[in-house]
């Protein structure tokens, strides 16, 4: 049996970077808002996360009271066609639709476990952050360069400043270093913001190869810096939050890569040479595409589709031997393509480097799969642990699962009465003749059957201010669905007080 070299999986590569790190922290118990007879909830987190984390349309795009009802009536909208779709719907039979659900759930419960197993167990010295609040003022200039080479690596000398210039030349043949500023805040490697913000470093200094990936290595030079004081209460505390939320975002990532480590211990992963070059050479056409190709290329990011394109290849492919042929093994068991293109579905493919040349594709490819399967085991892990019943990650979950049955109904109920038209092109059209009255339909079905936290409601702040909020090294980058287009009606009528037992 022909293989690829044998690819151990060692801990420096099991690297997982959450995109909202800093957004994962201890959440108290689960505030409901809106609660829809037994069949449903709303969270407060829940709105706010739906109203603030992606565009809204124009008609309800204000932070007025009247727009902060149209959302409301909105996602409520959405509860009660999901309802109206039911666990029968044919999108619940749906291979790939419970793949992605899947998808969702497990990546909601590695981001849990990484809170649980990495965040939580942060303990942070005084001195540290003393030492990083006097240093994270700065805004250091500059100059660097990246060099795919180990042993240079190893025995580059830092002491002399002059060997900096000198192998930037011999490389490039240019004498003109790139320059850059890099301060505090800045989402760089974490191994770049330790090397610069931990200790005091001094102007034309420096500093020891920095390894920022398997083979990748970066060379800084420190040009001068400026440095911003904090010299009000409210600038110190601010300061201070950021450097205690930075120290202990690095020093869980730390923690997370050896528990990773643990789970991955000794596993060795095998790849079978030919099938490896085909699907390879599949992502390879998909991902690098003609100038003209790749002006679809925001879109295509936006959505996913890269990854369902290869899916769908994957799929319809008619050589049945091929789709039976193994693709890589892991101890001791073998991965077909077919059980590839499930995983998939639950699990698109990370580059690690996403603008990376194309005479690097093969290994970036490589090591995305690895990934993937790293993050199999340590599903299985969270699984053991039972972070699939934390509420948190339930709510996440259920979040995905609703938007598309609700979207699933809104479609078979136009399909239904004969509209036909274009949605995107004639939503607000499509909403005053046949969505309103839907929704109308569905608000008196469940009159006085949904409760709404009046109070809460009242106070929650909703901003104006159009956002995407991604997790970019996420298998799935976007937190939550986009805004439901249902209803443009702000009446509140039909719901009623939510009593204190809730």
């Known amino acids: 049996m022909k293989f690829l070299a044998k690819f151990i ?31 449903a909830t709303i969270s407060v987190n829940e709105f706010i996360h739906r109203a603030e984390y992606t565009p809204r349309p124009a008609y309800c795009r204000l932070n007025s009271y009247l727009h902060k009802k149209i959302i409301l009536n909105s996602l409520i909208a959405e509860k009660l066609m999901a309802i109206e779709a039911g666990e029968n719907s044919p999108l619940m039979e749906n291979e790939e639709f419970l793949g992605y659900l899947r998808g969702r759930k497990e990546q909601a419960m590695r981001q849990w476990m990484y809170h649980k197993q990495a965040v939580e167990k942060v303990k942070l010295e005084e001195t540290e952050i003393k030492r990083a609040y006097n240093l994270a003022g700065r805004e ?39 320059t850059r500023n890099i301060n505090y805040n800045d989402p760089e490697n974490i191994r770049i913001h330790e090397a610069l913000f931990s200790e005091e470093i001094k102007k034309n200094q420096v500093l020891p190869p920095i390894q920022i990936g398997e083979n990748d290595f970066l060379f800084i030079k420190i040009l001068g810096w400026t440095d911003e004081l904090a010299l009000t209460e409210p600038q110190r505390q601010n300061r201070l939050t950021k450097v205690t939320e930075k120290l202990t975002q690095v020093s869980a990532s730390a923690i997370w890569q050896n528990y990773v480590a643990d789970i991955m211990r000794g596993k060795k992963m095998d790849f079978y040479p030919d099938t490896f070059q085909k699907i390879a050479k599949i992502y390879f056409d998909t991902y690098f595409k003609t100038p003209d190709e790749q002006k679809q290329e925001l879109v295509d990011d936006l959505w996913g589709k890269k990854e369902k394109e290869v899916a769908r290849i994957l799929a319809d492919e008619t050589d049945e031997q091929f789709l039976n042929q193994p693709f890589f093994r ?36 490589r090591l995305a799969v690895v990934d993937l399967v790293r993050d199999i085991y340590v599903n299985k892990e969270a699984y053991k642990k039972g972070y699939d019943k934390a509420q948190i990650v339930k709510r996440t979950e259920n979040m995905w699962k609703d938007t598309f049955l609700g979207l699933y109904q809104k479609h078979a109920y136009l399909d239904s009465i004969g509209d036909n038209r274009h949605f995107a092109s004639n939503y607000l059209k499509i909403l005053e003749e046949s969505l309103n009255p839907y929704v109308d339909s569905l608000q008196q079905k469940w009159y006085k059957k949904i409760e709404l936290d009046f109070d809460t409601f009242e106070k929650l702040p909703i901003t104006r201010i159009d956002l995407f909020v991604k997790q970019p090294d996420q298998p799935f980058q976007y937190v939550v669905p986009l805004f439901p287009v249902t209803t443009t009606d702000h009446m509140l009528e039909y719901v009623t007080k939510m009593t204190d037992d809730h």
Not at 148 to 170: G, H, K, Q, V
Not at 358 to 364: A, G, K, M, V, Y
């Open 9 to 39: 999986i060692p801990p420096a590569i099991l690297l997982f970077f959450l995109g909202c790190g800093s957004r994962l922290k201890q959440e108290p118990p689960e505030q409901i808002l809106v609660k829809i007879s037994d069949k």
């Open 140 to 178: 250091y200039k500059v100059a660097y360069f990246a060099l795919r080479d180990s042993t240079i690596a190893r025995n580059f000398s830092p002491n002399d400043s002059s060997i900096f210039e000198d192998l930037f030349y011999r490389i490039t043949g240019d004498t003109t270093l790139p």
């Open 330 to 365: 892991i101890d001791g068991t073998d991965y077909t393509v077919a059980d590839f293109r499930r995983e998939l579905i639950s699990h698109p493919l990370v580059f690690r480097n996403r603008k990376m040349p194309s005479d690097r594709f093969t290994n970036e490819f």
